[in-house]
């Protein structure tokens, strides 16, 4: 085996190491006074010491290391190759029975040597890092417990951009103490504070996700004027390039759990089958692409009615998976007849709806027919397309909105699970499954988008009512539920996702005012008052309806009590309606088929 030149040059280096290591344990073994006789033994075992050591070291690949990030286990592999090195000297001097060799020599030498390699390293490190610190990195303070901060300091090592000065625990008995020389300057509550008197450009977010260190953290930086920073998560470590600190994102704050999906049964439903998604290029839609590439799909039929989004799609799909087979077509689900020639074409194994309108006041002045014709005629078409190419499940895209709806765009998605579970009836060999869930972060039509664009104008921030709640979700964790719904449920079941507690969204704005690094009195918060149709909070079930568990802890199943409908009948009426039926007339009409509407 040729080894490369740096690698000789630190061999060689380690080896004349290791060749004072043994004189020394001569020289402690006697009292710093050798005799004449030892001296002869002492050159004689070198040559075998020096070769044993060099074998031990390469076969342990002590030298794949790299000094200037070394660590415990570069030291532990250090030690590894210096043990086997030890126990090779002693092979080959009992084999040549040399007499009289000391034996205390044999266990001293390795001693000395690792000491002697160990410091060596060490120092390198030590140089390497203080001429980091030299070059002036960004000064850094990291929030969170000494447990925290741990993890950051060892992500920072080494790095060219970063300096940290200091800590800022929320525990108030590690104040004073230090880590890796970097000492804990306070609490949260003076973040602001410190900063200032470290001159910190950046504050690094360690605690776990969703905690209060965090969100106080927020609270403090705000009057610091720092930028917030956090270590990626563990699915962003293969996403990106960099894996040193990014900006904190609301999502961080919010602190979902991560969902837990039985990877397994999605890889059987999935893998080398052909799956169809409508309204592809929505949010929702897009990340179900994403996650149902993840799992080998044979191939994706992407259908949207927005030319740019599926082009968008395409793009995406074909940079993230070029092996997959995909099919991306500009296409309405109300049209029936184009609908089913691209699903019996291809015949998908699995269909999944997320096609629709679903802004609540737009739909509610103006648009409410064409809530109708997408909502509820566009998902009879698609569940009926299921059927007749043979699907084995259909999921269909609900939201909490459809309980106890106080508008059209809620009483629509409420219509269109009734008409999924009419169609169920029809189909036996197709599982028809419905998923309800609430506001998805970052969602096209979403508070999120509205209020960065708002903020980054200057203000305000628009909030319709101080007391108004919602329940949030991240849109990866709403599609992979959406998944496991799917493989789960049986025919003609609603599915309920635990949403977590509710969150008010005026504190959603201050939030992300905070995030900009602004404060409350620089962008201002306005109430405009509850829009049409819009309620206080949503519901996830009905009064007449109640849930029983499955076996996955953020799914329930809803029960509901409400009376099959009569599918051609809807359909005539909505044909029949025109292009702009009478408002009260409209809503008369829902109010017969959806008992639980009440307008507002």
Known sequence: MRLPRNTLILLAADLALVLFAGWAAFWLRFNFDIPDEFYRLALRAAPWSMASYGIGLVLARVYRQVWSYIGLPELRQLATGIMLGALLTTA??????????????LLLQPLIALVLLGAVRAAWRTFIERRTLGQGGRRLVIVGSLQDASDALRALKGSLQWQPVGIVSPIPSEVGRSMQNVRVLGGTAALADICDAVEAHAALVASPAGSNERREALMGAAG?????LTMPRPDEWLKTESAGPRKIEL??????????????????????????VTGAGGSIGSELCRQVARFGVGRLICVDVSEYAVYQL????RETHPQMHGCYYTANVREADRLRAIALKHRPAVILHAAAYKHVPLMEELNEIEALRTNVVGTLNAARVAGECGARRFVMISTDKAVNPTNVMGSSKRLAELMVQGVAAEYPGTQYVSVRFGNVLGSSGSVVPLFTAQIARGGPVTVTHPE?????MTIPEAAQLVLQAGLMGRSGQIFVLDMGEPMKIVELARMLIRLSGRTEQEIPISYTGLRPGEKLFEELLADDETTEPTPHPKLRIAKTATPPLDIEAVLRWISEAGPAPAHDQLRLWLRSQVPEYAPR
């Open 92 to 105: 080959a001097v009992l084999m040549q029975r040399i007499p009289s060799f000391p034996r205390s020599v």
């Open 224 to 228: 610091a004027r720092v930028m917030l």
């Open 251 to 276: 999502e961080d704050l919010l602190g979902r759990t991560p969902v837990q999906l039985d990877e397994a049964g999605l890889a059987e439903m999935l893998s080398g089958q052909t799956v169809l």
């Open 314 to 317: 395409e793009q995406e799909m």
């Open 468 to 472: 108004i709640v919602r329940y949030f």
